[in-house]
């Protein structure tokens, strides 16, 4: 069931009724109504799937007890090892098994060896990875004696399989997200209507943006010839289709949770415009990144042990956003890179230079940060070659395409695909122009409802409209993959 089907226009006011006038006299009711609904949600995808939730669930719940009870430490990490063990054993047999044996039969086959490993039709459930670390942030944090288990197994599967947030984030942490099940929620007027913004501004970044350009972006990288313009615009344009995609999910995600009292952390605070590579880290999808730093940057000594030790730190947690990413050397490459990106700034200790938004103070960037923010694209355009490539083979084809004096032409498409360049610019422009605007703010139109009605009204109409003409072939999530 994605966000932008009929089936979710239709499961949305249902849910949205069912919980704020059938079974708000009790919040009981409320949030095993919502536990249902996320496990409708899910099983629209593939119903045996929710049997693997449903135990990832009972997992996690039952460890963090016994961690909890545990009278030695050692006992305690037990019950964390087999919570942990049991969690990425299912994650890396549904997502990395095939990898893994194509990977070691190609490497002996160096020696002369061929062994002959099967590989199996094995269909990633939607979503894994998120949940996974839904449950495993749960029982680090239990473990680490920064949280203390519930005993409600209703309220804890809730913060597991809370619909808007299950199949593609945002990952969030027990501390923040399962004290709000414990506490009768209200329906108010600013957050139905911030939340209504905020869907809708996430349906036109999906709908309009990242869709048309998917269809370019598709052409572009399967191309075996053409200018060296065409195929540079290729990331560039995937830059828009990732950005509206993820970002657009995240908005849909967090205004769908607020319609029912509920607050998600932010995934995105306008990364484009992030004037180095660890700003723009810090920007974009932000409960992945401080993930790692809390659960696996620091455990590994963080900057405490030296700047050697804070450089292999930083490599090895951007190698395993990558190899999370999908199981092929392209995201683990992708990830390598990154973390490459990140450790000039490490040696000049400038990677925290950047903490607050560009141009906080004044209405337009210096001249610096400006540059500093086309570099920083570019870089990001660059990985994102390795990124949507199907193999490193293409990845390198691809940057072979880009080494000659085409380059500097005008891009050449068919006419059809220019009329869906210039949809795609333009929308581009409406979200830029508007992000910068509301860059001071978590995301655009925060606050909306302070505005007068005849703004809400006009804005409303507006994004509908464009919605409604210039949306693109509906696609998948990209996300929804890893």
């Known amino acids: 069931m994605l966000f932008n089907s009929l089936g979710f226009a239709i499961f949305l006011p249902i849910v949205f009724i069912l919980y704020w006038f059938v079974t708000n006299k009790s919040l009981k009711l409320q949030n095993l109504m919502l536990v249902i609904a996320s496990y409708f949600f899910y099983c629209c995808w593939d119903w045996r799937f929710g049997f693997l939730l449903a135990f990832s669930t009972a997992l996690d719940f039952y460890s963090g007890l016994a961690i909890e009870c545990s009278d030695t430490k050692a006992r305690k990490k037990m019950w964390l ?10 994650l890396c047999f549904f997502k990395y098994y095939n990898f893994f044996i194509e990977s070691f039969s190609e490497f002996v086959g160096n020696f002369g060896l061929h062994p002959h490993f099967s590989t199996l039709s094995i269909i990633l459930p939607v979503g894994i990875s998120f949940y996974t670390f839904h449950g495993l942030s749960y029982v680090f944090d239990i473990y680490n004696d920064k949280a203390k288990p519930t005993t409600n197994l209703t309220n804890y599967a809730l913060f597991v399989s809370f619909f808007p947030l299950l199949v593609a984030g945002p990952i969030e942490r027990a501390t923040h997200l399962l004290p709000q099940f414990f506490t009768r929620r209200e329906m108010t007027y600013h957050r139905m209507v911030d939340g209504s913004f905020q869907i809708l501004w996430g349906l036109f970044k999906k709908v309009v943006i990242a869709d048309n350009a998917a269809q370019l972006v598709d052409i572009i990288f399967h191309k075996e010839g053409g200018s060296a313009s065409v195929f540079a615009l290729g990331p560039i344009l995937f830059a828009f289709q990732v950005y509206g995609d993820f970002s657009g999910y995240s908005d849909i995600a967090l205004g769908t949770a607020k319609l029912f009292g509920i607050d998600l952390m932010t995934n995105f605070r306008y990364p484009y415009f992030s004037r180095d590579i660890a700003e ?46 999908g199981s092929s050397w392209n995201y683990i490459f ?15 200790n400038s990677h925290r230079k950047n903490i607050e938004i560009i141009a906080a103070h004044s209405a337009l960037p210096s001249f610096r940060d400006a540059m500093g923010v086309i570099i920083t694209f570019a870089l990001t355009c660059f990985g994102f070659i390795i990124f949507r490539t199907e193999s ?6 691809y940057m072979g395409h880009l080494c000659n004096r085409s380059i500097l032409s005008i891009p050449k498409l068919s006419s059809g695909q220019n009329t869906t360049m210039l949809i795609v610019l333009v929308m581009v422009s409406i979200l830029f122009i508007t992000e910068w605007f509301y860059r001071r703010k978590e ?40």
Request: glycine letters at 8%.
């Open 392 to 397: 490193m083979h293409h990845a390198f084809e």
């Open 81 to 90: 090892i087999i919570s942990v063990t049991i969690n990425l054993g299912f």
């Open 334 to 348: 992708w990830g390598v890179l990154n973390g490459l990106y990140v450790v000039p700034l490490i040696l000049r």
């Open 443 to 482: 995301y655009a139109f925060q606050d909306i409802y302070k505005s007068s009605l005849w703004k809400q009204s006009a804005i409303i109409f507006v994004l509908v409209l464009l919605i409604f003409f210039f949306g693109g072939k509906q696609a998948d999530f990209i996300y929804f993959q890893f």
């Open 280 to 325: 723009f880290w810090r920007r974009w999808h932000i409960s992945l990144s401080t993930w790692f730093r809390d659960y696996l940057y620091i455990p590994l000594g963080g900057n405490k042990d030296g700047l050697w030790i804070k450089i292999r730190n930083t490599m090895i947690i951007f190698t395993v956003s990558g190899f999370w990413h």
